[in-house]
């Protein structure tokens, strides 16, 4: 049983970061990530009610927010400034708090799309779908 901690530091936005191609992104508006898997109810003859329960395939998604100013940079390094021609990488997300609390994620991926949002807002930034072939929450 775990003890429950009053009043201890939350990890909060400056204290993640993020490494992208090998590289600090310094750029990051926002990382998203996640895992879902199949789960199914199996009936049998003779009852209304589930008798045991499946687990299916995995599924993985990750949306990357950054900078143009960043996304132009991994353009300079990709195959005539494809991002989608350039291999599966891993990118590192992780959280370091005061108390040196450490949280390390791997998201091993591949850029899914590529493009420009263009706005009157000053700071231009970008939403990059990732192709995702799989994720390690919280590894060393």
């Known amino acids: 049983m775990s003890t429950i901690r009053k009043d201890g530091k939350a990890y909060d936005g400056g204290d993640v970061n993020v490494d992208i191609l090998g590289a600090i992104a310094y750029e990051v508006e926002d990382i ?70 450490i949280v390390n994620d791997t998201i091993t991926c591949k850029f899914q799309n590529q493009g420009r949002e263009i706005s009157g807002e000053m700071g231009l930034k970008f939403k990059y779908d990732m192709f995702v072939l799989g994720i390690s929450y919280n590894n060393a």
């Not at 687990?55 to 996304?71: Q, V």
């Not at 350039?86 to 370091?96: G, M």
Request: aromatic share 12%.
């Open 32 to 101: 998203s990530y996640n895992t879902k898997q199949d789960h199914q109810l199996n009936y049998a003859l003779g009852s209304n009610e589930p008798v045991t329960w499946s687990r299916g395939k995995k599924a993985y998604e990750c949306s990357l927010t950054i900078a143009m100013t960043e996304g132009i940079q991994f353009e300079s390094i990709a195959p005539n400034g494809d991002l989608m021609a350039i291999p599966p990488f891993p990118i590192n997300v992780s959280f370091v708090n005061e108390f040196n609390a």
